[in-house]
Nanobody
Framework: QEHLVESGGGLVQPGGSLRLSCAAS????????MAWYRQAPEKQRELVAT???????NYADSVKGRFTISRDVAKNTVDLQMNSLKPEDTAVYYC??????????WGQGTQVTVSS
């Protein structure tokens, strides 16, 4: 079965760090790009960071310099290292994957809460 599995969310104080991980099942092939999105309560889902095959990355302005996306091509995983977290980073974070044949997969979401 093809799916994405996320881990690493939780509660952290402002200024703290968290690392999110996402693993694609072994039956997903020809990955074009992987990304992280987030959705805060009563807000639209927004792109946080994306990485395409080859390593090029792109970040939302709100997370530049604080978040880093990385990918292990051999393991079909994508991580999001989040540093200097702010309360406004609180959201459900979703892993995203698109194949070269334009098939899209979403993870189930993992909650990140930044609060003192």
């Amino acid at each position: 079965q093809e799916h994405l599995v996320e881990s690493g969310g939780g509660l952290v104080q402002p200024g703290g760090s968290l690392r999110l991980s996402c693993a694609a099942s072994g039956s997903i092939f020809n990955i074009y790009n992987m990304a992280w999105y987030r959705q805060a309560p009563e807000k639209q889902r927004e792109l946080v960071a994306t990485i395409i095959t080859g390593g090029s990355t792109n970040y939302a302005d709100s997370v530049k310099g604080r978040f880093t996306i990385s990918r292990d091509v051999a393991k079909n995983t994508v991580d999001l290292q989040m540093n200097s977290l702010k309360p406004e980073d609180t959201a459900v974070y979703y892993c995203y994957l698109k194949t070269t044949r334009f098939r899209v997969y979403w993870g189930q979401g993992t909650q990140v809460t930044v609060s003192s």
